[in-house]
């Protein structure tokens, strides 16, 4: 969640908050009596009388339109974010001052996977999945590539990043793509 979002929630929060803290306060006024002039009963026939109006009707289909889209973009604004940036090295203490960045890391691992034999391309990035840090590796290889020299070759790219990455448990996973045969 972003600052934007979480400013939006105590804004949020804090206007509903007051809104029904007014209105008890009138509520509990009003039965006890306590507003001058003010009925026993609303009558709320003439001021209401413009809801007979032919575009009320489209105007709160559009407003409640436009509410759903906001609370859409509320949920999807509250989904967690797998992305891995930066996570702390073993050994750096309580404060957790030293820092490895995991994107690095799985951009250098996906170059090395780049530039074995029959890779066309590869691309990496380090995301938490069900609580696990994990460094995702996506080659795409050409449809004549040897899958057993190639499996090899991966094997030690990814031990050489989980050099880099001693001390931290992270997991190393490979998802390729082969290429059709032209």
Request: aromatic residues 4%.
């Amino acid at each position: 969640m972003n600052m934007l979002v979480r400013s939006l929630d105590r804004i949020a929060t804090g206007a509903v908050g007051v809104v029904l803290l007014v209105g008890g306060l009138v509520a509990f006024a009003w039965d006890r009596r306590l507003l001058i002039d003010w009925p026993a009963a609303l009558d709320l026939d003439g001021p209401l009388a413009w809801l007979r109006q032919s575009w009320v009707p489209w105007v709160a289909g559009i407003g409640g339109g436009l509410v759903a889209l906001a609370a859409l973009w509320w949920l999807i604004a509250h989904i967690p974010a797998r992305r891995v940036h930066a996570e702390p090295l073993a050994g750096s203490g309580a404060a957790g001052q030293l820092r490895i960045d995991l994107r690095t890391v799985a951009s250098r691992a996906a170059d090395d996977v780049a530039r074995l034999p029959g890779v066309t391309g590869c691309r990496g990035r380090a995301l938490r999945d069900r609580g696990q840090l994990v460094i995702e590796l996506r080659p795409t290889l050409a449809a004549e590539t040897d899958l057993a020299a190639f499996g090899h070759s991966v094997d030690v790219a990814a031990a050489t990043a989980r050099q880099v990455l001693t001390g931290t448990a992270v997991a190393i996973r490979v998802r390729t793509h082969v290429d059709r045969p032209r």
